[in-house]
Protein backbone atom coordinates (compact mmCIF):
# COMPACT_ATOMS: atom_id res chain seq x y z
CA UNK A 1 0.00 0.00 0.00
CA UNK A 2 1.48 3.28 -1.17
CA UNK A 3 2.24 5.96 1.75
CA UNK A 4 0.29 8.51 1.20
CA UNK A 5 2.91 10.77 3.61
CA UNK A 6 5.69 10.86 0.69
CA UNK A 7 3.33 13.16 -1.24
CA UNK A 8 1.36 14.96 1.36
CA UNK A 9 3.27 18.45 2.12
CA UNK A 10 1.81 18.38 5.90
CA UNK A 11 3.90 15.25 6.70
CA UNK A 12 6.59 16.17 9.74
CA UNK A 13 9.30 14.54 10.80
CA UNK A 14 9.98 14.41 15.11
CA UNK A 15 12.82 13.19 16.68
CA UNK A 16 15.45 10.76 15.65
CA UNK A 17 13.60 7.68 17.02
CA UNK A 18 11.43 6.80 14.47
CA UNK A 19 8.20 8.76 15.31
CA UNK A 20 6.49 10.91 12.53
CA UNK A 21 3.39 13.31 12.61
CA UNK A 22 1.10 14.01 10.05
CA UNK A 23 -1.38 16.77 10.25
CA UNK A 24 -4.51 16.57 8.07
CA UNK A 25 -6.32 19.80 7.31
CA UNK A 26 -9.21 19.10 4.88
CA UNK A 27 -11.82 16.36 3.77
CA UNK A 28 -9.60 14.98 0.74
CA UNK A 29 -6.46 15.02 3.38
CA UNK A 30 -8.33 12.65 5.41
CA UNK A 31 -10.05 10.60 2.72
CA UNK A 32 -6.21 9.54 1.70
CA UNK A 33 -5.56 8.21 5.22
CA UNK A 34 -9.38 6.49 5.62
CA UNK A 35 -7.77 2.82 5.20
CA UNK A 36 -5.16 3.27 7.96
CA UNK A 37 -7.16 5.02 10.41
CA UNK A 38 -10.31 2.60 10.04
CA UNK A 39 -7.74 -0.04 10.55
CA UNK A 40 -6.95 1.47 13.71
CA UNK A 41 -9.95 1.69 14.87
CA UNK A 42 -10.73 -1.79 14.35
CA UNK A 43 -7.94 -3.21 16.10
CA UNK A 44 -8.00 -1.07 19.15
CA UNK A 45 -8.95 -1.98 22.67
CA UNK A 46 -9.00 2.05 23.75
CA UNK A 47 -12.35 2.91 25.86
CA UNK A 48 -14.71 5.42 25.31
CA UNK A 49 -13.47 6.03 21.55
CA UNK A 50 -16.46 6.19 18.51
CA UNK A 51 -16.35 9.76 18.40
CA UNK A 52 -12.62 9.64 16.93
CA UNK A 53 -13.60 7.21 13.91
CA UNK A 54 -13.12 8.21 10.78
CA UNK A 55 -16.60 7.47 9.91
CA UNK A 56 -17.92 9.65 12.77
CA UNK A 57 -15.45 12.63 12.03
CA UNK A 58 -15.43 12.43 8.06
CA UNK A 59 -19.28 12.48 8.09
CA UNK A 60 -19.74 15.17 10.17
CA UNK A 61 -17.59 17.14 8.81
CA UNK A 62 -18.77 16.68 5.43
CA UNK A 63 -22.32 16.56 6.89
CA UNK A 64 -21.50 20.66 8.43
CA UNK A 65 -19.83 22.79 5.59
CA UNK A 66 -18.63 26.14 7.05
CA UNK A 67 -15.88 29.13 6.34
CA UNK A 68 -15.14 29.06 9.81
CA UNK A 69 -14.24 25.27 10.47
CA UNK A 70 -11.48 22.87 8.98
CA UNK A 71 -10.21 19.93 10.44
CA UNK A 72 -6.96 19.58 11.96
CA UNK A 73 -6.08 15.83 12.55
CA UNK A 74 -2.88 14.70 14.11
CA UNK A 75 -1.70 11.24 13.09
CA UNK A 76 1.17 9.69 14.70
CA UNK A 77 3.41 6.67 13.10
CA UNK A 78 6.40 4.79 14.49
CA UNK A 79 7.85 3.87 11.48
CA UNK A 80 4.90 2.88 9.34
CA UNK A 81 2.63 1.75 12.01
CA UNK A 82 -0.08 4.13 12.88
CA UNK A 83 0.27 4.54 16.50
CA UNK A 84 -2.62 7.38 17.18
CA UNK A 85 -4.97 9.75 15.50
CA UNK A 86 -6.39 13.01 17.66
CA UNK A 87 -9.32 14.22 15.36
CA UNK A 88 -9.62 18.18 15.82
CA UNK A 89 -11.09 20.97 13.92
CA UNK A 90 -9.87 24.73 14.02
CA UNK A 91 -13.06 26.96 14.46
CA UNK A 92 -12.73 30.49 13.67
CA UNK A 93 -15.68 32.45 15.35
CA UNK A 94 -16.85 36.09 14.43
CA UNK A 95 -14.59 37.73 16.54
CA UNK A 96 -11.92 35.96 14.70
CA UNK A 97 -10.70 33.47 17.66
CA UNK A 98 -9.68 30.96 16.40
CA UNK A 99 -10.36 27.32 18.86
CA UNK A 100 -8.72 24.08 18.25
CA UNK A 101 -12.12 22.05 19.40
CA UNK A 102 -12.61 18.30 19.27
CA UNK A 103 -13.76 17.68 15.37
CA UNK A 104 -17.95 17.40 16.17
CA UNK A 105 -18.15 19.40 18.55
CA UNK A 106 -21.00 20.10 19.82
CA UNK A 107 -22.33 16.63 19.14
CA UNK A 108 -19.23 15.08 19.80
CA UNK A 109 -19.78 13.34 23.26
CA UNK A 110 -15.84 12.34 24.16
CA UNK A 111 -12.78 13.90 23.81
CA UNK A 112 -10.71 11.68 23.04
CA UNK A 113 -7.61 10.44 21.60
CA UNK A 114 -7.50 6.89 19.64
CA UNK A 115 -4.99 4.51 20.44
CA UNK A 116 -4.59 0.80 19.82
CA UNK A 117 -4.74 0.34 23.46
CA UNK A 118 -5.83 3.46 25.39
CA UNK A 119 -2.04 4.80 26.26
CA UNK A 120 0.96 6.48 24.70
CA UNK A 121 4.33 6.33 25.53
CA UNK A 122 6.30 9.41 26.75
CA UNK A 123 7.79 10.50 23.39
CA UNK A 124 4.56 9.49 21.58
CA UNK A 125 2.46 12.05 24.08
CA UNK A 126 5.77 14.57 23.16
CA UNK A 127 5.07 14.77 19.61
CA UNK A 128 1.63 15.17 19.57
CA UNK A 129 1.88 18.16 21.59
CA UNK A 130 4.59 19.48 19.28
CA UNK A 131 2.16 19.40 16.42
CA UNK A 132 -0.59 20.51 18.17
CA UNK A 133 1.40 23.72 19.61
CA UNK A 134 3.65 24.65 16.75
CA UNK A 135 1.42 23.51 13.98
CA UNK A 136 -2.04 24.15 14.32
CA UNK A 137 -1.77 28.53 14.52
CA UNK A 138 -4.75 28.51 16.68
CA UNK A 139 -5.53 31.14 19.52
CA UNK A 140 -6.26 28.39 22.06
CA UNK A 141 -7.35 24.64 22.54
CA UNK A 142 -10.61 23.75 23.90
CA UNK A 143 -10.91 19.55 25.12
CA UNK A 144 -14.10 18.92 26.54
CA UNK A 145 -15.52 15.99 28.28
CA UNK A 146 -11.90 14.50 28.36
CA UNK A 147 -12.80 10.78 30.09
CA UNK A 148 -10.47 9.97 33.16
CA UNK A 149 -7.48 7.78 31.68
CA UNK A 150 -7.19 9.16 28.58
CA UNK A 151 -3.58 9.96 26.94
CA UNK A 152 -5.07 13.35 26.07
CA UNK A 153 -4.91 14.88 29.39
CA UNK A 154 -1.32 13.83 29.28
CA UNK A 155 -0.61 15.70 25.79
CA UNK A 156 -2.38 18.63 26.79
CA UNK A 157 -0.63 18.84 30.37
CA UNK A 158 -2.19 18.54 34.19
CA UNK A 159 -1.93 22.56 34.21
CA UNK A 160 -4.35 22.95 31.10
CA UNK A 161 -7.27 21.55 33.52
CA UNK A 162 -10.59 23.27 33.75
CA UNK A 163 -11.10 22.07 36.83
CA UNK A 164 -14.66 24.41 37.36
CA UNK A 165 -15.85 22.99 33.85
CA UNK A 166 -15.62 18.96 34.69
CA UNK A 167 -18.47 17.03 34.28
CA UNK A 168 -19.28 13.14 34.35
CA UNK A 169 -20.86 10.26 32.21
CA UNK A 170 -23.06 7.83 33.99
CA UNK A 171 -22.85 4.20 32.71
CA UNK A 172 -24.84 0.94 33.53
CA UNK A 173 -22.38 -2.18 33.91
CA UNK A 174 -24.94 -4.71 31.98
CA UNK A 175 -22.54 -7.90 32.73
CA UNK A 176 -24.12 -8.75 36.28
CA UNK A 177 -27.44 -9.78 34.95
CA UNK A 178 -27.51 -12.96 32.99
CA UNK A 179 -30.86 -12.30 31.45
CA UNK A 180 -33.48 -9.50 31.57
CA UNK A 181 -35.66 -11.50 33.95
CA UNK A 182 -32.44 -11.67 36.08
CA UNK A 183 -32.22 -7.93 35.46
CA UNK A 184 -36.27 -7.22 36.11
CA UNK A 185 -35.67 -9.26 39.41
CA UNK A 186 -33.28 -6.05 40.66
CA UNK A 187 -36.53 -3.57 40.42
CA UNK A 188 -37.12 -1.77 43.42
CA UNK A 189 -41.32 -1.52 43.76
CA UNK A 190 -41.27 1.96 42.02
CA UNK A 191 -39.17 1.01 39.24
CA UNK A 192 -41.92 -1.96 38.95
CA UNK A 193 -44.79 -0.10 39.43
CA UNK A 194 -43.44 2.66 37.01
CA UNK A 195 -42.79 0.23 34.50
CA UNK A 196 -46.14 -1.74 34.88
CA UNK A 197 -48.17 1.70 34.51
CA UNK A 198 -46.59 2.44 31.19
CA UNK A 199 -46.82 -0.82 29.89
CA UNK A 200 -50.75 -0.76 30.59
CA UNK A 201 -51.35 2.79 29.34
CA UNK A 202 -49.43 1.81 26.16
CA UNK A 203 -51.21 -1.25 25.83
CA UNK A 204 -54.25 -0.09 24.86
CA UNK A 205 -52.75 0.69 21.18
CA UNK A 206 -51.75 -2.73 20.97
CA UNK A 207 -49.10 -5.03 21.47
CA UNK A 208 -45.82 -3.48 23.10
CA UNK A 209 -42.70 -4.06 20.75
CA UNK A 210 -38.78 -2.68 20.49
CA UNK A 211 -38.08 -2.23 16.61
CA UNK A 212 -34.21 -2.28 15.89
CA UNK A 213 -33.04 -0.34 12.97
CA UNK A 214 -29.89 0.04 11.59
CA UNK A 215 -28.18 1.78 8.81
CA UNK A 216 -29.48 1.15 5.23
CA UNK A 217 -32.39 -0.89 6.81
CA UNK A 218 -35.88 0.75 5.63
CA UNK A 219 -37.77 2.71 8.22
CA UNK A 220 -34.00 3.58 9.72
CA UNK A 221 -33.79 7.69 8.26
CA UNK A 222 -37.65 8.40 8.75
CA UNK A 223 -36.97 7.05 13.09
CA UNK A 224 -33.64 9.51 12.86
CA UNK A 225 -35.99 12.62 12.07
CA UNK A 226 -39.27 11.67 13.74
CA UNK A 227 -36.69 11.49 17.14
CA UNK A 228 -34.95 14.30 16.22
CA UNK A 229 -38.20 16.06 16.23
CA UNK A 230 -39.70 14.79 19.09
CA UNK A 231 -36.84 15.82 21.23
CA UNK A 232 -37.21 19.47 19.57
CA UNK A 233 -40.76 19.14 20.65
CA UNK A 234 -39.98 18.49 24.38
CA UNK A 235 -37.19 20.82 24.26
CA UNK A 236 -39.79 23.62 23.23
CA UNK A 237 -42.25 22.57 25.93
CA UNK A 238 -39.35 21.83 29.12
CA UNK A 239 -37.52 25.14 28.21
CA UNK A 240 -34.33 23.35 28.17
CA UNK A 241 -30.91 23.98 26.10
CA UNK A 242 -30.67 21.77 23.03
CA UNK A 243 -27.59 23.23 21.57
CA UNK A 244 -26.51 20.14 19.21
CA UNK A 245 -29.98 20.06 17.93
CA UNK A 246 -30.17 23.59 15.97
CA UNK A 247 -27.59 22.53 13.68
CA UNK A 248 -29.60 22.21 10.29
CA UNK A 249 -29.96 18.51 8.85
CA UNK A 250 -28.96 17.17 12.29
CA UNK A 251 -31.16 13.95 11.38
CA UNK A 252 -29.45 14.04 7.76
CA UNK A 253 -25.78 13.14 9.49
CA UNK A 254 -27.45 10.77 11.59
CA UNK A 255 -28.52 8.85 9.38
CA UNK A 256 -25.69 9.22 6.64
CA UNK A 257 -23.31 7.48 9.43
CA UNK A 258 -22.43 3.96 8.23
CA UNK A 259 -22.66 0.79 10.24
CA UNK A 260 -18.98 -0.06 10.63
CA UNK A 261 -19.40 -4.31 11.19
CA UNK A 262 -22.42 -6.33 11.10
CA UNK A 263 -22.49 -5.71 15.12
CA UNK A 264 -21.09 -2.33 15.38
CA UNK A 265 -22.06 1.21 13.95
CA UNK A 266 -25.23 3.20 14.16
CA UNK A 267 -28.25 1.67 15.40
CA UNK A 268 -31.95 3.22 16.49
CA UNK A 269 -34.40 1.60 18.84
CA UNK A 270 -38.05 1.99 18.26
CA UNK A 271 -40.87 1.95 21.21
CA UNK A 272 -44.18 0.59 19.20
CA UNK A 273 -47.60 0.30 20.68
CA UNK A 274 -49.81 -1.49 18.29
CA UNK A 275 -48.55 0.69 14.89
CA UNK A 276 -47.91 4.10 17.37
CA UNK A 277 -44.54 4.55 17.61
CA UNK A 278 -44.46 6.22 20.85
CA UNK A 279 -40.68 6.45 22.00
CA UNK A 280 -37.17 6.27 19.98
CA UNK A 281 -33.46 6.07 21.30
CA UNK A 282 -30.73 6.63 18.50
CA UNK A 283 -27.34 5.31 19.46
CA UNK A 284 -23.96 3.90 18.19
CA UNK A 285 -22.32 0.05 19.13
CA UNK A 286 -18.50 -0.37 19.72
CA UNK A 287 -17.46 -3.23 20.96
CA UNK A 288 -19.67 -3.82 23.31
CA UNK A 289 -20.19 -0.44 24.40
CA UNK A 290 -23.31 1.25 23.64
CA UNK A 291 -23.30 5.25 23.43
CA UNK A 292 -27.03 6.61 24.01
CA UNK A 293 -26.80 9.63 22.21
CA UNK A 294 -30.72 10.93 21.76
CA UNK A 295 -33.45 9.95 22.96
CA UNK A 296 -36.96 11.24 22.77
CA UNK A 297 -41.00 10.25 23.08
CA UNK A 298 -44.54 11.65 22.36
CA UNK A 299 -45.05 14.69 24.37
CA UNK A 300 -48.86 14.00 24.64
CA UNK A 301 -48.07 10.63 26.16
CA UNK A 302 -45.89 11.41 28.52
CA UNK A 303 -48.29 10.53 31.57
CA UNK A 304 -47.39 7.02 30.56
CA UNK A 305 -43.72 7.02 31.11
CA UNK A 306 -43.04 5.66 27.21
CA UNK A 307 -39.07 6.75 27.27
CA UNK A 308 -38.85 4.65 30.69
CA UNK A 309 -39.80 1.44 28.96
CA UNK A 310 -37.88 2.20 26.18
CA UNK A 311 -34.77 2.51 27.67
CA UNK A 312 -35.43 -0.78 30.00
CA UNK A 313 -36.34 -2.55 26.82
CA UNK A 314 -33.46 -1.38 24.76
CA UNK A 315 -31.16 -2.56 27.75
CA UNK A 316 -32.69 -6.05 27.83
CA UNK A 317 -32.35 -6.56 24.20
CA UNK A 318 -28.33 -5.27 24.62
CA UNK A 319 -28.58 -7.87 27.02
CA UNK A 320 -29.54 -10.63 25.16
CA UNK A 321 -26.97 -9.16 22.39
CA UNK A 322 -23.59 -9.40 24.56
CA UNK A 323 -23.10 -5.62 25.04
CA UNK A 324 -21.12 -5.21 28.21
CA UNK A 325 -22.14 -1.26 28.80
CA UNK A 326 -25.25 1.21 28.23
CA UNK A 327 -23.38 4.72 28.25
CA UNK A 328 -25.87 7.58 28.92
CA UNK A 329 -22.99 10.06 28.13
CA UNK A 330 -22.07 13.16 30.13
CA UNK A 331 -24.05 15.77 31.91
CA UNK A 332 -26.00 14.46 35.00
CA UNK A 333 -29.43 13.97 35.30
CA UNK A 334 -32.04 12.53 37.76
CA UNK A 335 -33.48 9.72 35.07
CA UNK A 336 -29.53 8.60 34.08
CA UNK A 337 -28.87 8.17 37.91
CA UNK A 338 -31.89 5.94 38.52
CA UNK A 339 -29.97 3.58 35.92
CA UNK A 340 -26.29 4.12 36.21
CA UNK A 341 -24.27 2.07 38.56
CA UNK A 342 -21.03 3.68 37.62
CA UNK A 343 -19.77 7.14 36.57
CA UNK A 344 -16.82 8.23 34.45
CA UNK A 345 -15.17 11.66 35.37
CA UNK A 346 -14.95 13.93 32.05
CA UNK A 347 -12.47 16.94 32.84
CA UNK A 348 -12.32 20.03 30.78
CA UNK A 349 -9.04 21.23 29.67
CA UNK A 350 -7.77 24.65 28.26
CA UNK A 351 -4.70 25.83 26.74
CA UNK A 352 -3.93 29.31 25.49
CA UNK A 353 -1.22 29.93 22.48
CA UNK A 354 -2.05 33.47 21.97
CA UNK A 355 -2.44 36.55 24.11
CA UNK A 356 -6.25 36.91 22.77
CA UNK A 357 -7.00 33.31 23.44
CA UNK A 358 -6.50 33.81 26.91
CA UNK A 359 -8.50 36.40 27.15
CA UNK A 360 -11.39 34.69 25.06
CA UNK A 361 -11.11 31.53 27.51
CA UNK A 362 -10.74 33.33 30.47
CA UNK A 363 -13.54 35.97 30.50
CA UNK A 364 -15.77 34.17 28.08
CA UNK A 365 -15.47 30.34 28.69
CA UNK A 366 -14.33 30.31 32.30
CA UNK A 367 -16.54 32.84 33.47
CA UNK A 368 -19.02 34.16 31.87
CA UNK A 369 -20.75 31.33 29.77
CA UNK A 370 -20.95 29.26 33.15
CA UNK A 371 -22.58 31.89 34.64
CA UNK A 372 -25.19 32.46 32.24
CA UNK A 373 -25.77 29.06 31.86
CA UNK A 374 -26.60 28.37 36.04
CA UNK A 375 -29.13 31.87 35.38
CA UNK A 376 -30.75 30.05 32.76
CA UNK A 377 -31.37 26.79 34.33
CA UNK A 378 -32.68 28.76 37.48
CA UNK A 379 -35.25 30.57 35.80
CA UNK A 380 -38.89 29.23 36.12
CA UNK A 381 -40.29 26.59 32.96
CA UNK A 382 -42.47 29.53 30.99
CA UNK A 383 -39.54 32.03 31.41
CA UNK A 384 -37.38 29.79 29.87
CA UNK A 385 -40.06 28.61 27.33
CA UNK A 386 -40.01 32.52 26.44
CA UNK A 387 -36.70 32.15 24.76
CA UNK A 388 -38.28 29.16 22.75
CA UNK A 389 -38.34 31.63 19.49
CA UNK A 390 -34.88 31.89 18.64
CA UNK A 391 -34.78 28.40 18.75
CA UNK A 392 -36.49 28.97 15.03
CA UNK A 393 -33.38 30.74 14.02
CA UNK A 394 -29.94 28.84 12.62
CA UNK A 395 -27.44 29.44 14.64
CA UNK A 396 -25.05 27.04 13.40
CA UNK A 397 -22.72 29.07 12.01
CA UNK A 398 -22.22 31.36 15.45
CA UNK A 399 -21.45 28.26 17.47
CA UNK A 400 -17.69 28.20 16.83
CA UNK A 401 -16.96 30.44 19.85
Known amino acids: MANPAQTNPTSSQYGADGLRTVCLRSLADMDLWAAAWRALDSCSSAPHRYFQSFDWCHTWLASHPSKRLSPFVVLLFRGDALMAVLPLMRARSLTGICVLRALGEPHTQYGNVLTRDGRLAPDEVAAIRHALFKASSADSIIANYVPDGSPLKDILGV??????????????????????????????????????????????????????????????????????????????????????????????????????????????????????????????????????????????????????????????????????????????????????????????????????GRLFTSLWVRRLRPKLKVLYHHLPTPARRSFAIFREIDFSQLKSA
Not at 183 to 197: F, G, V
Not at 232 to 245: E, Q, S, V
Not at 288 to 293: A, E, F, I, L, Q
Open 159 to 356: ESRASELDNAAAQFDLQGFASPQDYRATLNKSRRRTRRKAETALGEFGEIALEVLRPGEKGHAAAIAQCVALKKNWIKHTGRIGAGLDYEDHARFLSALPATTSRDGGIVFVLKAGPVAVAYEVGFLQGGHYYSYLGAFMWSLRHASPGTLQIEMTMEWLMTHGVRTFDFLGNPMQYKAQWSNREVALSCHIVNLTRR
